[in-house]
């Protein structure tokens, strides 16, 4: 096991002013954890957290996770804080709702860039600490939406999928080091991220596309009857890393397990029908 028994452990966690992200902090901050909380606004997220929560062994952190730079420095003060770092947890994102057709040039950038490109920058300031320690645990927050697809969702998928690519390559090359990963994914959970404060629409739509528009308007009605609690979330989350026990993939949420079960079948169904020509294009024996 990798996390510390004999002090505070201390998390570095993305994404944290709403949320599944929201939840950890403050069940981080009850178990006497230390937490960097990145925001961005980190008035929101005290306000948030409330006075309930003894803030003490907090600090929050104003970034902008797509600046390399500013990356570096809140880890940094991180480590200078705190002394040292346990844990980190990619969980900043936020939904998409539009066609591919619809999806502009800047929608797209803008969504990699916090899912994809801003993970990288996080992980790139964080792993040579966990690595020369030779001790720690990553936690990328990836959706059910990176193992499945569905109309409408295709720019959070594509960010999605991209997380479970680079977390898999990275599980394997850091495990020698005595470094965990874990990739979660969620169903619905019931926080604010069906809401017009958290999820994106596109700023020029189509009438090519009725049924979208029809999944968007059931999607914002979802709001606040979400299967999934993010109390149990993040408490089921903590207690992976602490454990250091468990597969690659966390799924939280009976929805989440439902959606991927039908996506692996489809895969195999579709593997079985290809099995009798996928050879065909290989050279022949000599």
């Not at 993970?119 to 990553?138: K, Y």
């Not at 990328?140 to 690519?165: D, F, M, Q, R």
Request: proline share 3%; glycine share 10%; aromatic share 6%.
């Amino acid at each position: 096991m990798t996390f510390p028994a004999d002090r505070p452990a201390t998390w570095f966690v993305t994404g944290t002013s709403r949320g599944l992200g929201l939840e950890l902090v403050r069940q981080l901050l009850d178990r006497g954890d230390n937490v960097a909380a990145t925001t961005r606004s980190a008035d929101r997220l005290l306000s948030a957290l409330g006075e309930s929560t003894g803030t003490e062994r907090l600090l929050p952190l104003t970034v902008d996770l797509r600046d390399e730079t500013a990356v570096a420095e809140a880890v940094r003060q991180t480590t200078e804080r705190f002394g040292g770092l346990d844990v980190v947890v990619n969980n900043a994102g936020y939904g998409f709702l539009a066609a591919v057709e619809e999806t502009s040039a800047d929608d797209v950038r803008d969504m990699l860039d916090v899912q994809v490109a801003g993970v990288w920058n996080v992980l790139r300031a964080t792993l040579p600490i966990l690595r020369e320690q030779r001790a720690g645990h990553v936690v990328n927050v990836s959706s059910v939406l990176g193992l499945t697809s569905v109309p409408g969702w295709g720019l959070y998928c594509a960010g999605k999928y991209a997380l479970e690519g680079l977390t898999e390559a990275l599980a394997g090359e850091v495990a020698e080091f005595g470094v965990k990963v874990t990739i979660v994914e969620p169903g619905y959970f019931r926080t604010d991220f069906l809401t017009t404060d958290s999820l994106a629409l596109p700023r020029d739509t189509t009438d090519a596309y009725p049924a979208i528009r029809e999944m968007v308007e059931n999607h914002l009605k979802l709001q606040g009857s979400q299967l999934g609690d993010p109390v149990k979330g993040a408490r089921v989350m903590i207690e992976r890393v602490v454990s250091g026990e468990g597969p690659l993939r966390q799924i939280l949420g009976s929805d989440s397990h439902a959606y991927a079960t039908a996506k692996v079948q489809a895969l195999r169904e579709n593997l079985d029908a290809a099995a009798g020509t996928a050879g065909v294009t290989d050279f022949a024996s000599a």
